[in-house]
């Protein structure tokens, strides 16, 4: 059994890098859920894949999100993946002598069970569900609503998000400037309103989440040698380019700066909002902006995902995790015999590309080796 908490997680991350107009990925085209590293080109020169002009962009070869989207598509339908998914959000995992049993709740699905039993687990826990909201923006949305404006703060990954077109002349503030929100920016810009795009930091410019040599053993091998999972932390952290953006992207964001439809605010914070009128008002501290509405770009909170019911499980089964509260595993990814992880939960065994496709490729590559009969534990 592969559990995630979030069975849609595929289809909401397709739908917000269509709603920031993304049309390239940034990450290379051997970067896809097939298991040979050609696939996807190959997918590119067949009948289905075909349709993209051009299907791979510079630098490094990346997919377009279309290319990407139909391969995937044909991926999960050749391993008949619908037919092994069940919907349903985990609430409890209780590890017993012959299985592990995964309560969960099945969405009011008809006839569907409240409880999977499997030999083993895979715990592939994406983002925590809630996106991050700061504290002004929880206030301010409480009061739009109530005033029958829910549309004047948004935040551009809660479930069901749509990017609606600006209205002409419409002035939007758009808070967070990684890759999500300048696209966002972008997007709303090349559609008539005026943008402003706050940031706690200057622009920051880095081609990948974080440097190519974690993919392999440049930084890796040292990384693995660390006993001191603090130390694991740390070397994470730093190697993470969080809230960057790529150059081209980065280009796009100038030139909307230079004709004067996107306008940057760096290095502020909100530090209140409320409803004037009909607009939202925005305290920067030194100045107060008026808007139109706001759209929160603000990623996910950097807690370990599964809040709750893991814990509730890491207590009664005495899983082993570090002073950061994320797992203590081996080699195989096993937090226990029975249970496995991957994705954030295994970052400390895998180092920062432990989220990214190529930590999902390298999770497998562990975990089908623990999977093997002539294997033993």
């Known amino acids: 059994a592969i559990l995630d908490d979030e069975a849609a997680l595929l289809e909401r991350w397709r739908r917000c890098t269509r709603n920031t107009g993304m049309r390239y990925l940034r990450s290379p085209g051997v970067h896809h859920l097939d298991l040979a590293s050609m696939s996807l080109q190959q997918f590119a020169r067949s009948g289905p894949g075909r349709g993209d002009d051009p299907p791979f962009t510079r630098p490094y070869s990346r997919p377009a999100l279309d290319l990407f989207d139909r391969h995937c598509d044909a991926v999960m339908a050749r391993y008949e993946m619908e037919t092994l998914h069940v919907r349903g959000r985990a609430n409890s995992l209780e590890i017993q002598a012959e299985c592990v049993r995964v309560g969960f709740d099945a969405r009011g699905i008809d006839r569907a069970p409240n409880a999977l039993e499997a030999k083993r687990v895979i715990l592939a826990l994406g983002a925590p569900h809630e996106p991050f909201w700061p504290a002004w923006a929880q206030s301010v949305a409480a009061v739009s609503s109530k005033a029958g404006?829910?549309?004047?703060?948004?935040?551009?990954?809660?479930?069901?998000?749509?990017?609606?077109a600006p209205a002409r002349g419409e002035t939007v503030a758009v808070v967070?400037?990684?890759?999500?929100?300048?696209?966002?920016a972008i997007r709303l810009a090349r559609e008539g309103a005026r943008v402003l795009l706050l940031s706690r930091h200057a622009l920051r410019i880095h081609q990948f989440d974080s440097d190519s040599g974690w993919q392999g053993p440049k930084y890796m091998a040292g990384f693995a040698r660390l006993k001191d999972y603090d130390e694991r932390r740390s070397r994470i952290r730093k190697a993470r380019h969080r809230g960057s953006i790529p150059r081209d992207v980065h280009s796009a964001l100038c030139r909307a700066q230079k004709d004067g439809t996107i306008q940057h605010f760096a290095g502020v914070e909100v530090g209140a909002a409320g409803l004037s009128g009909e607009r939202v008002s925005l305290d920067l501290g030194d100045r107060t902006l008026e808007v139109d509405r706001v759209l929160l770009a603000t990623g996910y909170p950097s807690r370990r995902p599964g809040a709750g019911w893991l814990d509730e499980a890491i207590e009664a089964h005495d899983l082993p995790c570090a002073d950061c509260g994320y797992p203590i595993v081996d080699r195989g990814l096993r937090w226990h015999p029975r249970v496995l992880v991957t994705g954030a939960l295994a970052e400390l065994e895998l180092g920062p590309v432990s989220r990214n496709l190529s930590g999902a490729r390298r999770a497998g590559d562990r975990i089908v080796s623990v999977a093997r009969p002539d294997w033993h534990y």
């Open 149 to 164: 404006r829910a549309r004047a703060v948004r935040h551009i990954f809660d479930p069901g998000f749509e990017l609606d």
């Open 176 to 184: 967070g400037a990684g890759i999500s929100g300048a696209q966002v």
